[in-house]
């Protein structure tokens, strides 16, 4: 029969796959069952996880013999020789390579029998190498449907039966989905997905529960989705205040830098969004995270978390949240001009919203941690602005009450009325 009429499956015979690796089988083997798998891995079944069933079809067994199966081997080589570079080029696609067109039949045999088969994990660990071969196997992966089927398996823990296969297969299944651009599509097929309720609250259930690598995982797509001009309400009707403490535990990585720094990034883009996100991130306890996060933080991620605490303080709520825990003045008075540039004029930010309060107990702690001290330095260096004339506008409106104290700077009695 001529191949080039045979379909992607008879390209890439199923048989020809270990059913426990989903790999084409280098040495095939025999056991009781009638089933045939690699040796190495059939191997490491048995006698490294000491299982006593058949992997595909989970007879127990009692007798551990293997069989080399020479003639399914013959049969490989003969199939590897025919789609060699060196075999007939009508066996190969004009656009694709001769690597790129068995990974494209691979792929698709993947995909038929991944709703299927027992060994899910490992076709989704296969499926991620595939697309990250390059742009290439990503494009042919979208064209298959493999997202749509990828996403299937993810919502699959929303289900009460979800068990702790159905959990790693989510897992890997994100593992594959964060490759794919969201700002490079043309029809949006990959926000639209994202965008659905039962896969947000899949990604709050990753965020919660997941494996530190499956966080990461969500992290990487909520990144991407933070780049685009995604709808965040879509989680914050849902899933706020559970995402946001989520979110706030991986900002408080003290292990890898780059999974915090990421995370903040995410968080300054949600909470810009809008009003509603703030409110859930104050109630999700984000203030008193930051806070404490604050003082050993470098200085790019100090910047970050100055930027999140002044955002919440435009709320009612975060200024409040702020002033209850008691240090927040302290430590971000110890941040003016010990950070950066930008660092110091976010302090300033947060302290005139701060001082909007006419909160004695408030007003004596920006006094005694020297933030009004810091705040008339900073007021002689710097020429006319907006944010200058906030300064003196405050130093007018409290002076009354910081002028009874010893500690009270010369240089602001002008301002006493």
């Known amino acids: 029969m001529d191949r080039s009429n045979h379909d992607s499956e008879l390209e890439f015979p199923r048989d020809f796959r270990c059913p426990i690796s989903m790999e084409i089988m280098s040495d095939p083997v025999i056991i009781s069952t009638g089933v045939t798998y690699e040796r190495k891995n059939i191997q490491k079944w048995f006698f490294s996880y000491k299982r006593t069933t058949c992997p595909a079809t989970m007879q127990n067994i009692e007798n551990f013999d293997i069989t080399p199966n020479h003639t399914l081997k013959r049969l490989i080589m003969a199939w590897h020789n025919s789609h060699s570079p060196s075999s007939s080029s009508s066996s190969t696609s004009p656009s694709f390579s001769p690597l790129s067109s068995l990974k494209r039949d691979e792929m698709v045999s993947l995909l038929k029998t991944l709703n299927s088969t027992p060994f899910k994990v490992s076709s989704l660990k296969k499926l991620k190498e595939i ?31 979800a068990d702790f296969l159905v959990f790693r297969a989510c897992e890997e299944a994100l593992a594959v989905l964060q490759h794919f651009p969201i700002l490079q599509e043309s029809d949006g097929k990959v926000i639209k997905l994202f965008s659905k309720p039962e896969f947000m609250k899949s990604m709050v259930v990753i965020l919660q529960r997941g494996s530190k690598e499956a966080r990461v995982y969500a992290m990487s797509i909520l990144k991407k989705l933070a780049s685009s001009d995604f709808n965040w309400n ?13 979110i706030l535990e991986l900002a408080s990585d003290e292990i890898s830098t780059r999974v915090s720094s990421s995370t903040l990034q995410i968080l300054i883009k949600i909470l810009d969004s809008s009003k509603e996100s703030r409110l859930k991130a104050i109630e999700a306890g984000a203030m008193c995270t930051l806070i404490e996060l604050l003082p050993e933080s470098n200085r790019s991620k100090s910047e970050k978390i100055l930027l999140i605490i002044k955002l919440l303080c435009e709320c009612a709520n975060g200024k409040v ?4 825990h008691g240090l927040g003045i302290c430590v971000v008075s110890s941040k003016l001009f010990n950070v950066s540039e930008i660092a110091s004029k976010i302090c300033v930010q947060i302290f005139l919203l701060i001082g909007s309060f006419h909160d004695p107990k408030v007003l004596e702690d920006m006094l005694i941690f020297g933030v009004v001290k810091k705040l008339v330095i900073l007021m002689h260096m710097s020429g006319p602005s907006s944010t200058k004339n906030k300064m003196v506008d405050m130093f007018k409106k409290h002076s009354y009450l910081w002028s009874r104290y010893p500690c009270f700077p010369s240089e602001l009695k002008e301002y006493c009325v």
């Open 321 to 324: 949240a702020f002033i209850e």
């Open 131 to 161: 697309v990250e071969v390059g742009d290439e196997m990503k494009h042919e992966f979208m064209l298959l449907g493999g997202v749509e089927v990828v996403f299937q398996l993810i919502i699959q823990i929303l289900a009460e039966s």
């Open 234 to 246: 879509v989680i914050l009707n849902d899933q706020g205040v559970g995402m946001f403490k989520s």
